[in-house]
């Protein structure tokens, strides 16, 4: 027997797809490939660009490319070792103050930087806010630099002054861009610039201040591997050294996070267009038995058939991808306006890789969901021609889910995602499946007793849905998850902070006192206590880093990305009490008590910091506090209420432990509305002082939320897309049914607004269900995640009552245009085939 040639076999392959294009299950088909692959793709070049703007811009995260910071200056051994090498030097501080005007007060992060800045990259500004951005060097003595949120907050324009602690300073420019700031994914706060001769003048850096200082370095990579080499062994323990990786690593961190994240919704949607294309390539092939049996009657081998099946299914995936590869293009382009203000302004382009990464995932989901029912045409006999009840050897059941795992295995390693956090979330989903879609199988199997009390065309959608009650509660099931997933993101970011801005008390503290000299102590406990009813206590904060536990050092102990590890990172707060604070509880151990003199001193440790570094009563720690080691010993631990609003410890000393350091004092205060004249006068008054103003930041906080969840409700529009194929997917597979039976209803006399309104009714039970199912699931979660891990009070949502409705016109219209084809087949034609 002669074998076709290959290219004979496309173009047959070719001319039939074009034949059956119109047919139902491969315009499914396709949907769900060109879904998978936009989502995958939209995410992909979001992730790329991200990343090769981070690597493009690596020194210019810097400003340098070494960089030596810590919470206390460089020894002059330190910065001399760079100068001898010849190494060019630059200088800054970064801390957070206020700046004041006439009309008011604005928290902003302050960088005093020296004319040498910045070592890399460039530093750009503008004449006036909103006008061309202009390269040039930092601001001159006696001048500031104010981003240009910052004047619009204060009615300042450029010309004007503006107050910086005790020094007053002429706003010269706006500040457009200093490149060691990477875009405003971390600064809440406005930026402001000046020069680093007007720091001392300033009077806000005092001892105990919590500062940044760095050292900037650029030079030949030698000489900065030598410099790196000479300065390690005398790093203090507050101090690092960081190159372009190790300075990247925080926001790499942090995109790396959101990245694994909106990886998973991406998976979500793949997989849902997995099942989308099993469900429509089932039907594709069971549509194609007598096609295939006909075919082997004219002399195809079963490869040959088997392989013509294939190629039309590849060419319609081919053309889905590329389709949904662009379309993911320009969704990209959706999705970092959504984000706008988050991430930089200037992104590289990502080429096409991500668009054929994406194209790879959908062909891979393709191949896992759909060869396995397209196997079978390979099997069907020749006989079939002449006796159509034969049909093929059904597939094993290790090909068909060994095939779709492989699928799904490939898939999540393209996507690099977190093996542990992925199973978890796919069993707890397969779990969170069975139970609530068990309660849907016996929810429809209680509608059988209301069939003989309903009208006729209830009785026709209810029975549609008691013929396939496993299709029914999986579809149902679908789309109730996704609506559950949407609602309970437009719930959180709606109401979380209100609710519990609400269930403060009504003079809960809104402003919070920084960096108190103790010269100033009791002038300002004085001030607070005629301007507000119940100002916290003044505590003492010293700066200090834990170093070892039990002579073990810390790093040593603590897991990867825990609480523990980011505490050790850096300086704790740390401050001692004679009284245990409000809203804190002792869990274990006593409050302070006498001890031996040779004792060490007692410290009272957050517990769930202690769970986290493994700590028990007992322990011995030792700090670094301004380059001395200072001892201590664990004594109790403690629950501490984080959102009232009071200054709040990691770490309380015992008293008469750290008097002699230099310290500063840290307290909260109300301030009833209407006195903004007043905390102006307080910040003049006191210039050392940092007020942060709470509802200020929780104001910009709500603000960065809303973006953050409207893009990730874009996302999960490609899974509701995704969700949609799932529904039509199964409504094309019981279509050769659906018209069978809608025929013969025609032929006894049954009206087609009859059939239209059994069709409403079916498929609007089945989205009203989705959408109860989705109201019940948010409450439920809303009122765990409100008690348990907000600890506010929970209340019910009555806005959620919607859902059902939403659920019914989505599924029901989806449904009504899905099975359109049943309603106009003319009933004598589908009566003679049969």
């Known amino acids: 027997m002669t074998r076709m040639p290959f290219a004979r076999l496309l173009s047959l392959a070719a001319r039939q797809l074009s034949r059956d294009a119109r047919s139902g299950e491969l315009r499914v088909l396709f949907f769900a490939l060109l879904v998978a692959v936009a989502a995958s793709s939209a995410i992909g070049y979001f992730s790329a660009r991200l990343n090769d703007a981070m690597v493009l811009r690596a020194s210019e995260f810097l400003a340098a490319d070494l960089r030596l910071s810590g919470s206390s200056p460089a020894s002059q051994e330190q910065v001399d070792a760079g100068t001898r090498l010849g190494l060019t030097h630059a200088r800054m501080v970064e801390f957070s103050s206020v700046v004041a005007a006439d009309d008011g007060i604005q928290l902003a992060s302050i960088k005093a930087v020296d004319g040498a800045y910045p070592l890399r990259g460039e530093l750009k500004s503008a004449a006036a806010p909103y006008q061309a951005e202009e390269v040039g060097q930092g601001p001159a003595p006696g001048e500031v630099w104010a981003e240009a949120r910052l004047m619009v907050a204060l009615g300042l324009s450029v010309g004007d002054d503006a107050e910086i602690g005790a020094k007053r300073l002429r706003l010269a420019r706006v500040l457009t861009y200093d490149p060691d700031t990477a875009g405003d994914f971390y600064s809440l706060t406005p930026r402001v610039l000046m020069n680093l001769d007007d720091l001392a003048a300033t009077e806000v850096v005092q001892p105990g201040s919590r500062v940044r200082y760095r050292e900037l370095w650029r030079g030949e990579n030698e000489a900065l591997a030598t410099y790196r080499q000479t300065v390690e062994p005398s790093l203090q323990p507050n101090q690092r050294l960081d190159d372009a990786r190790d300075g990247n690593r925080q926001v790499g961190g942090a995109l790396g996070r959101a990245e694994r994240y909106l990886n998973l919704a991406s998976l979500a949607a793949v997989l849902l267009a997995g099942v989308a294309v099993a469900l429509s390539a089932s039907r594709f092939a069971a549509r194609r038995f007598d096609a295939s049996a006909l075919l082997r009657c004219l002399g195809l081998s079963r490869r040959e058939a088997l392989s013509l099946f294939s190629l039309q299914l590849a060419l319609l995936g081919l053309l889905a991808c590329v389709l949904g590869a662009l379309i993911g293009w320009f969704g990209q382009y959706v999705l970092f306006h959504l984000l706008r203000g988050l991430v930089p302004a200037d992104l590289p382009p990502a080429g096409i890789g991500p668009a054929l990464a994406g194209m790879a995932t959908g062909l891979v989901a393709l191949a896992g969901f759909a060869l396995p029912p397209l196997a079978a045409l390979g099997r069907v006999p020749p006989l079939r021609v002449l006796r159509r009840d034969l049909l093929p050897v059904p597939a094993s059941s290790w090909l068909i889910y060994g095939a779709a795992l492989l699928a799904l295995g490939l898939i999540m390693w393209r996507l690099s995602l977190d093996l542990r956090l992925t199973l978890s979330l796919l069993g707890g989903g397969l779990l969170a499946t069975v139970l609530l879609g068990g309660l849907l199988l016996v929810g429809l199997q209680s509608l059988r007793r209301l069939l003989q009390r309903s009208a006729l065309p209830w009785r026709l959608g209810l029975g549609q849905l008691l013929r396939h009650p496993l299709a029914a509660a999986g579809q149902s099931l679908a789309f109730g998850l996704i609506l559950l997933a949407m609602a309970l993101i437009a719930l959180l970011r709606g109401e979380l902070l209100d609710t519990w801005q609400e269930q403060l008390p009504p003079d809960a503290p ?95 440790v957050e517990v769930e910091l202690a769970q986290s570094l493994k700590l028990k009563l007992g322990d011995r720690l030792r700090f670094n506090i301004a380059g001395i080691e200072h001892e201590a010993q664990v004594t109790s631990l403690r629950e501490v209420q984080w959102d009232n609003f009071q200054p709040n410890f990691f770490m309380i000393f015992e008293p008469n432990t750290l008097q002699d350091l230099p310290v500063t004092y840290l307290t909260s205060f109300y301030l009833p509305p209407g006195h903004d004249a007043d905390l102006v006068s307080l910040s003049r008054t006191f210039p050392s002082v940092t007020l942060l103003q709470v509802d200020a930041v929780l104001a910009q906080l709500r603000s960065i939320l809303a973006q953050v969840t409207l893009a990730i409700e874009y996302v999960l529009l490609f899974v509701l897309a995704a969700g949609m194929t799932v529904l039509l997917a199964g409504l094309q597979s019981t279509l050769d049914e659906r018209i069978r039976q809608g025929a013969l209803l025609r032929a006894l006399g049954a009206q087609r607004s009859l059939l239209t309104r059994a069709r409403l009714a079916e498929f609007g039970l089945l989205g009203a269900a989705a959408g109860l199912l989705a109201a019940v699931g948010c409450e439920l979660v809303s009122f765990l995640l409100y008690r348990y891990a907000f600890d506010i009070t929970w209340q019910p949502h009555p806005w959620l009552l919607i859902l059902p409705l939403i659920g019914a016109l989505l599924v029901g219209s989806a449904g009504v245009l899905g099975t359109r084809r049943a309603l106009n087949a003319s009933p004598l034609s589908v009566l003679r085939e049969g």
């Open 510 to 604: 809104n402003h919070f006192a920084l960096n108190v000299l103790p010269a100033e102590r009791e002038a300002f406990a004085a001030r607070l206590a005629e301007l507000s009813p119940h100002p916290a206590p003044l505590y003492p904060v010293v700066p200090g880093r834990l170093v070892a536990i039990n002579d073990e050092a810390v790093g040593q102990i603590v897991s990867k990305d825990s609480r523990g590890e980011r505490a050790v990172q850096r300086d704790l707060s740390l401050t001692w009490s004679q009284e245990l604070p409000a809203d804190n509880n002792i869990v274990e151990g006593t409050w302070w008590s006498d001890r031996q003199a040779d004792a060490l001193p007692g410290v009272s």
